[in-house]
């Protein structure tokens, strides 16, 4: 079908087996974090909104800043992330009173008594202002709301501000990790 390479999703150890014996390896390591939603930090105000539809082409174009090229979503990706769960909560953040232009966003998903920050993007001209913080505390809140008692999240090794982020609001790494894996495939003729 004119494939060259195949790259699996975000997959532990132990499911990573099956694909490292078919020849597959590790193309990135990923931090796996999580906290307990028992006790919630405080975060910074911020005016956020219930995410809609026709948001989607700006929440890409923040991700598109904030994400290396590998990491950014598309329009499927995105409608992925906001369909991985059997609930979600998508949120967005608008800079300004005139223009409102949207600086952020957040999916956060559930799944029975798990929670997932699914995907948290700011953009670097909104960084360092405590709207990650208010995005992440947002739905934390929410999942403790709807019942979920643990909360994951991963980042990619390298992406130190966001592990900063998510060790300041209480998140703790797995020894384990994750890691995405990629396989080349011959050209067949």
């Known amino acids: 079908m004119g494939y060259r390479t195949a790259i699996t999703g975000a997959l532990g150890v132990d499911d990573q087996q099956p694909f490292l014996r078919a020849g597959f390896a590790v ?16 975060a910074p105000a911020a005016a956020l909104h219930r995410g809609h539809h026709r948001d989607h082409p700006r ?28 609930s979600a909560r998508f949120r967005v953040a608008r800079h300004g009173d005139r223009d409102r232009t949207l600086i952020g966003y957040a999916v956060t998903g559930r799944a029975g008594p798990r929670g997932y920050l699914q995907r948290l993007a700011v953009h670097p001209d909104h960084q360092r202002g405590g709207l990650g913080s208010a995005l992440v505390v947002d739905g934390l ?16 090794l390298g992406n130190d501000a966001a592990v900063r982020l998510y060790e300041s609001l209480g998140f703790r790494h797995r020894e384990e990790g994750l890691a ?8 067949v003729s």
């Open 59 to 86: 929440v890409l174009e923040v991700d598109g800043a904030a994400f290396p090229t590998f990491w950014r979503l598309d329009q499927p990706g995105l409608a992925d992330a906001l369909s991985a769960t059997p």
């Open 141 to 156: 809140r929410w999942l403790r709301r709807w019942g979920a008692k643990e909360v994951l999240v991963n980042t990619q």
């Open 180 to 187: 995405v894996l990629r396989l080349t495939m011959a050209e």
């Open 27 to 42: 193309h990135e390591r990923l931090h796996l974090l999580v906290r307990t939603l028992d006790e919630l930090p405080h």
